[in-house]
């Protein structure tokens, strides 16, 4: 009884945290983009903080079209998520796959407001660059970074910027993801809606994602994730203003979309419809944006998908594509 209070225990300050339940980093590189027979580029630079930053910068194999940011999930680093972009580059997409704090050979340690801190950094870092063209840039989170992208390209000050928003496998609330695990355990199955209440939703996708609006939003998810059920897309999408998309891949499980060349092509159509859509951009300081502060104002983006709302494409592999 006791081993069994003292873990509770120890669930309740790391759901306080957030840190012990979200992050996993792991600071062991398992391979570099050389391996796979890609150019890269090692980038150091600092968060807002002072805290050094890491990341890896694939250059386009032609001349690039835009630049990918790449948001990775929770658990390892960009050594062992880069194959979840590394066949981008040959499609001639520059990619920049930084690590969260903590994570890789980036210094610190995660947190919750310290990572959207390390994502603003990432899109200052990239509009540094001469091969980086400003206007061209669209961020793709996975998972965690998912639900990072979403809170962080809502608040950015870098939003004037951003063509277009892509995640996959994100979860919609970090309290209701939090209660459903503990919901899946048999020990913490009875406290599963106290105990997840201890967790943060501060940085909650479902409180950001209609702000994306009019930046295009793409969601995929798999109708099998294990991890994150379907729901959590769908009600992201609900949520969501348009112009958006909901691509429900059959059969597919956690972050596993892009394991079939079918989605990789309909991904790569889809970035160059939201990078090459003509843009006029208007700065305000949106009233509905709380948590932003007054004297950084919000860029937002039109563009002629922006401005007209988006029927969602059909799925040929799934009826249910676009269901709302």
């Not at 890491?54 to 390892?76: D, M, R």
């Not at 979403?150 to 209660?179: D, M, Q, T, W």
Request: one cysteine or more; a neutral charge.
């Amino acid at each position: 009884m006791r081993r069994r209070l003292l873990l509770i225990a120890g669930m309740m300050l790391a759901l306080a945290s957030c840190n012990g339940m979200f992050f996993f980093p792991y600071r062991a590189q398992v391979r570099s983009p050389d391996q796979l027979g890609l150019k890269y580029e090692d980038v150091y630079y600092l968060a807002r903080d002072g805290t050094r930053l890491h990341a890896w910068f694939l250059p386009g194999a032609s001349q690039a079209q835009g630049t990918i940011l790449f948001l990775h999930g929770n658990a390892e680093n960009i050594s062992t998520h880069i194959m979840s972009v590394h066949w981008l580059p040959a499609q001639g997409f520059n990619v920049f796959l930084p690590d969260y704090r903590g994570y890789g050979e980036s210094a610190g340690e995660p947190s919750m407001e310290g990572v959207q801190d390390d994502v603003d950094s990432a899109l200052r870092s990239l509009l540094a660059r001469p091969d980086v063209e400003p206007d061209r840039i669209v961020v793709f989170g996975q998972s965690l970074g998912g639900a990072i992208a979403i809170y962080n390209v809502a608040h950015s000050p870098y939003r004037k910027h951003i063509c277009g928003l892509a995640v996959e496998s994100a979860f919609s609330s970090y309290r209701g993801i939090a209660r459903e695990k503990l919901g899946s355990f048999w020990l913490t199955w009875p406290l599963q809606y106290p105990l997840s209440l201890l967790v943060s939703n501060r940085y909650s996708p479902d409180d950001a994602v209609a702000m994306i609006s009019p930046i295009p939003l793409l969601i995929i998810q798999g109708d099998r994730d294990p991890i994150v059920p379907v729901g959590h897309a769908r009600r992201l999408f609900e949520l969501a203003r348009e112009p958006k998309e909901l691509w429900v891949v059959p059969g597919g499980g956690h972050i596993q979309a892009f394991q079939r060349q079918t989605y990789r092509d309909r991904f790569v159509a889809w970035l160059k419809q939201v990078l090459f859509a003509a843009p006029r951009v208007q700065i305000d300081a949106r009233p509905d944006c709380t948590r932003c502060a007054p004297s950084a104002p919000i860029a937002r983006r039109y563009s002629h998908a922006c401005n007209a709302a988006q029927p969602v494409a059909e799925d040929p592999e799934n009826p249910m594509h676009g269901d709302r």
